[in-house]
């Protein structure tokens, strides 16, 4: 099986961090999310994998080499869109079979075989890995189908995860004009009767999380669902570190003790250098986020 992460985009809500570290590579509980998706995407039988990379794309190219060197990158000179991105890597792809795309910007449990699995066996255009979240919800469904995307309705609407499986027929509908999103495609095919279909991920999974971390506050949200979810215990520095709800202190900081830290994530090369108290923060390196 074969699948596409894409991995260009500016992160622009992440700023002024990603001026220096690409989104993708953003860690979850000290590790690249981006490794995280391709470890999961291996483990559901995914041994062909693509990453389209645009902003510090040199910084994604020298992780991927010294970590995943079976991924092949597609580079762009421009930013393509989503399903520029696709079309663009096309190249590296095998478009007589279904390809799985996947956000790199998200964080889940749910396993990707399964998603994969039920395409094939409905024959459909392309099929959505949908949940319920909230004022995101912009899917229009009915049954089995997605009947419209984006379409200013709540009811009966879900939110796309940025996770789908599309047919070789997406590739003979993409324009010869970049850039394009892989959502006019998809309501292009819509609006002529293709079938697109979708799972929602709690209904098929009763632990089923994701969170999109392109913002500081869902950045924080995704390592706590991560962390809950692996029932793993964030490392301390020391006993006099205070720690409320929960927080991720990476390995090479210095932090002074006494310090109050209250959902927060601390990337490795951070200093802080008077004691107070964090709420809500990612602090790293090259700044801070606020996340509340």
């Not at 794309?57 to 010294?66: A, D, P």
């Not at 449990?109 to 319920?132: I, S």
């Not at 500081?216 to 301390?236: D, R």
Request: aromatic share 10%.
């Amino acid at each position: 099986m074969q699948a596409i992460c894409l991995a260009a985009g500016l992160g622009t809500r992440l700023r002024p961090i990603t001026y220096h570290v690409p989104k993708p590579l953003f860690p979850i509980a000290g590790r690249p999310n981006l490794g995280r998706i391709i470890d999961d995407l291996n483990r559901s039988g995914f041994q062909h994998i693509v990453i389209n990379a645009f902003h510090l794309k040199e910084k994604i190219k020298e992780y991927i080499v010294s970590n995943h060197p079976d991924c092949v990158i597609s580079e762009e000179d421009e930013l393509l869109g989503t399903g520029g991105g696709i079309k663009n890597a096309s190249r590296f792809l095998n478009f007589s079979s279904p390809i799985l795309v996947v956000n790199s910007d998200v964080v889940t449990n749910f396993p990707y075989e399964v998603l994969m699995d039920y395409h094939k066996g409905n024959n459909a255009f392309a099929t959505l890995l949908l949940t319920d979240f909230g004022p995101l919800n912009s899917i229009k469904v009915d049954d089995e189908k997605v009947i419209g995307i984006n379409t200013g309705y709540r009811e009966a609407c879900l939110c796309f995860t940025g996770i789908s499986v599309i047919s070789p027929e997406f590739l003979s509908m993409c324009p010869n004009r970049y850039p394009f999103s892989s959502v006019d495609i998809l309501k292009e095919a819509i609006k002529s009767g293709k079938a697109v279909r979708y799972l929602q991920g709690e209904k098929i999974f009763k632990n089923f999380f994701w969170q999109d971390l392109g913002t500081p506050k869902g950045y924080l949200k995704a390592h706590e669902l991560f962390l809950n979810f692996k029932g793993i215990t964030p490392p301390t520095l020391h006993q006099d570190l205070k720690v409320i709800d929960w927080a991720w202190v990476d390995e090479d900081v210095k932090i002074p003790a006494h310090t109050t830290l209250c959902r927060c994530v601390v990337w490795p090369g951070t200093e802080i250098k008077t004691t107070t108290s964090f709420k809500d923060m990612v602090l790293t390196p090259y700044g801070v986020l606020n996340g509340g």
